[in-house]
């Protein structure tokens, strides 16, 4: 399976604020939207991604007061992201290794989608649900 389906079934919403919105601003829209991260866009341009993650440790580190930075002093910069046709099993392994729960999906330069572990995770076991059902249903017809 190709991230091109998870994005075909779930849907291609990009939730993105700028880098200039405040960590408060952030934590709110994650909340209002129950999402774990959100894209940094300046324009077209992806400028970085801020988790759930990014904001506990900046308010561990630097108190209530964190909340009034801007999205631009705690995002990650350096951003990994994924293609269409990058296949779900690549993605869950990098996802892993790196630590990260999150992949912007990139399309000819652009930003066309966002997808989570959650989102690998559910498509991995519909298929293993898929792959069960057929051998059951092989087992039976022989």
Same mark, same amino acid.
């Given at each position: 399976?190709?991230?091109?389906?998870?994005?075909?079934?779930?849907?291609?919403?990009?939730?993105?604020?700028?880098?200039?919105?405040?960590?408060?601003?952030?934590?709110?829209?994650? #909340? *209002?939207? &129950?999402?774990?991260?959100?894209?940094?866009?300046?324009?077209?341009?992806?400028? =970085?991604?801020? %988790?759930?993650? $990014?904001?506990?440790?900046?308010?561990?580190?630097?108190?209530?007061?964190?909340?009034?930075?801007?999205?631009?002093?705690?995002?990650?910069?350096?951003?990994?992201?994924?293609?269409?046709?990058?296949?779900?099993?690549?993605?869950?392994?990098?996802? #892993? *290794?790196? &630590?990260?729960?999150?992949?912007?999906?990139?399309?000819?330069?652009?930003?066309? =989608?966002?997808? %989570?572990?959650? $989102?690998?995770?559910?498509?991995?076991?519909?298929?293993?649900?898929?792959?069960?059902?057929?051998?059951?249903?092989?087992?039976?017809?022989?």
């Amino acid at each position: 399976m190709t991230v091109k389906q998870i994005l075909d079934e779930k849907g291609r919403d990009i939730f993105a604020m700028g880098p200039e919105a405040t960590l408060g601003e952030v934590a709110a829209e994650l #909340t *209002a939207r &129950r999402v774990g991260a959100v894209l940094i866009m300046e324009g077209q341009h992806l400028a =970085g991604i801020l %988790s759930e993650r $990014d904001l506990v440790r900046a308010i561990a580190s630097r108190g209530a007061e964190a909340l009034s930075a801007p999205a631009s002093s705690i995002m990650t910069q350096s951003v990994q992201t994924c293609g269409l046709d990058d296949l779900i099993d690549d993605l869950m392994e990098r996802m #892993t *290794a790196s &630590r990260f729960r999150h992949l912007p999906v990139v399309d000819e330069g652009r930003v066309v =989608g966002l997808v %989570s572990i959650g $989102d690998v995770v559910k498509q991995r076991i519909e298929e293993a649900v898929r792959e069960r059902d057929d051998m059951r249903a092989y087992i039976h017809s022989v």
